[in-house]
T-cell receptor
Framework: GENVEQHPSTLSVQEGDSAVIKCTYSDSASNYFPWYKQELGKGPQLIIDIRSNVGEKKDQRIAVTLNKTAKHFSLHITETQPEDSAVYFCAASNRGNQFYFGTGTSLTVIP | DTEVTQTPKHLVMGMTNKKSLKCEQHMGHRAMYWYKQKAKKPPELMFVYSYEKLSINESVPSRFSPECPNSSLLNLHLHALQPEDSALYLC????????????FGPGTRLTVL
């Protein structure tokens, strides 16, 4: 089956700096890669996703890059703000209803 | 609107109780999911309903019983739970079983005494 690794497990950045979270996957058949943000006491919120036919996708301060050859994808957050502090999960999917989640990254943005 | 609602928000129950969790979406999605999430861990898939039929059961103990009364509602019936079942229970939905974007609800925080 698929195995998704996520690094780092914790990340602290100064407000205004960039944050990068990386995930690797094992199954070359995976073709959908979402990123979720989970704030304390809340459910995961989809913040950006990318499909295997695209190398990069951007939405304001958030971007995701995908390297299919190396089987890794990354989340980039620029100009971080305190409200970006949360746990971020990556996931990979090779069929519609089965997600394989990474282990999560706890991001703290220091004001 | 990508809203999935869940009730109750919090639930405390004894090991002999019977309770139910409810999930609702009005996006016309035809696939709905139950996940269990322990603290500091990613969500773990429990059940998948596709077009109101159970399509995936990830070897979940029978003390958890899912039900999909209609295309907008998903229930999780709980009976004779153990303290280790305490967790955040998340519901999610997607447009259809073959379309992968899943939207999660806020979860029900369950404590089993």
């Amino acid at each position: 089956g698929e195995n998704v690794e996520q690094h780092p497990s914790t990340l602290s950045v100064q407000e205004g700096d960039s944050a990068v979270i990386k995930c690797t996957y094992s199954d070359s058949a995976s073709n959908y890669f979402p990123w979720y943000k989970q704030e304390l006491g809340k459910g995961p919120q989809l913040i950006i996703d990318i499909r295997s036919n695209v190398g990069e996708k951007k939405d304001q301060r958030i971007a995701v890059t995908l390297n299919k050859t190396a089987k890794h994808f990354s989340l980039h957050i620029t100009e971080t703000q305190p409200e970006d502090s949360a746990v971020y999960f990556c996931a990979a999917s090779n069929r519609g209803n089965q997600f394989y989640f990474g282990t999560g990254t706890s991001l703290t943005v220091i004001p | 609107d990508t809203e999935v609602t869940q009730t109750p928000k919090h639930l405390v129950m004894g090991m002999t109780n019977k309770k139910s969790l409810k999930c609702e979406q009005h996006m016309g999605h035809r696939a709905m999911y139950w996940y269990k999430q322990k603290a500091k861990k990613p969500p773990e898939l429990m059940f998948v309903y596709s077009y109101e039929k159970l399509s995936i059961n990830e070897s979940v103990p029978s003390r958890f019983s899912p039900e999909c009364p209609n295309s907008s509602l998903l229930n999780l019936h709980l009976h004779a739970l153990q303290p280790e079942d305490s967790a955040l229970y998340l519901c999610a939905s997607s447009q259809d079983p073959d379309y992968d974007t899943q939207y999660f609800g806020p979860g029900t925080r369950l404590t089993v005494l």
